[in-house]
């Protein structure tokens, strides 16, 4: 069963540090998502992609945020400068046209 | 704007019986609706999907959901669950089908030996 892949599952840094997470869709999806999960808390909405744009994104999704696709295959979000604040479990999902978004299993971000 | 209330933190239930999970959702048109299960330290598995048509709608590992416009309720039920069922859940409704997903803070289910 096709499946939606991220990398790493686990990712420390230190805070002010650059990261990137990595996220490779299902291959026919069109649609790309990011959410996170702070523990013990609602998985929220970050950003939506599609055609090579962010069609949505939250007020979470500000300036340190980006999200690339930088070639067939990969899609990524990038947090230029970790705070404390952004450790959490962030997921990637795609989503074909007439389908639910289907889910990775996640990168558990710690910001220390 | 949408909404989802799962107004059940946590439900425990013995193993064979019956289990209904609630949820209400909050959106001016019709809603697309899904059921997501996630285990310990695991990702988000879709569990089932309501777009239209047929109001009961059957899912994996047993689940089926029933959307109730009059109520704005799509309650999750299963009609004997097994301890590997343990786990959180989390109702969620989009507006499209390829729109961002808004979830609810989801129940965690307990399972009784």
Redesign the interface.
């Known amino acids: 069963e096709p499946e939606v892949t ?1 990398t790493p599952s686990h990712q420390v840094t230190q805070m002010g540090q650059e990261v990137i997470l990595r996220c490779v869709p299902i291959s026919n999806h ?2 790309f ?1 990011w ?1 996170r999960q702070i523990l013990g ?5 970050l950003v ?1 992609f ?1 055609n090579n744009e962010i069609s ?1 994104k ?1 007020e979470i999704f500000d300036d340190q945020f980006s999200v690339e696709r930088p070639d067939g295959s990969n899609f990524t979000l990038k947090i230029r400068s970790t705070k404390l604040e952004d450790s959490a479990m962030y ?1 990637c ?1 795609s ?1 074909e ?10 990168t558990r971000l710690t910001v220390v | 704007a949408q909404s989802v209330t799962q107004p059940d933190i946590h439900i425990t239930v013995s193993e064979g019986a019956s289990l209904e999970l609630r949820c209400n959702y909050s959106y001016g048109a019709t809603p697309y609706l899904f059921w997501y299960v996630q285990s310990p330290g695991q990702g988000l598995q879709l569990l089932l999907k309501y777009f239209s048509g047929d109001t009961l709608v059957q899912g994996i590992k047993g689940f089926e959901a029933e959307f109730k416009r009059s109520q704005s309720s799509f309650n999750l039920r299963k009609p004997s669950v097994h301890w590997s069922d343990a786990a959180e859940y989390f109702c969620a409704v989009g507006a499209n089908r390829d729109d961002k997903i808004i979830f609810g803070k989801g129940t965690r289910l307990h399972i009784l030996p």
């Open positions: 991220q069109l649609y998502y959410y808390q609602k998985v929220e909405f939506s599609y949505e939250s997921f999902a989503s046209a007439t389908a639910a978004a289907f889910f990775g299993q996640g």
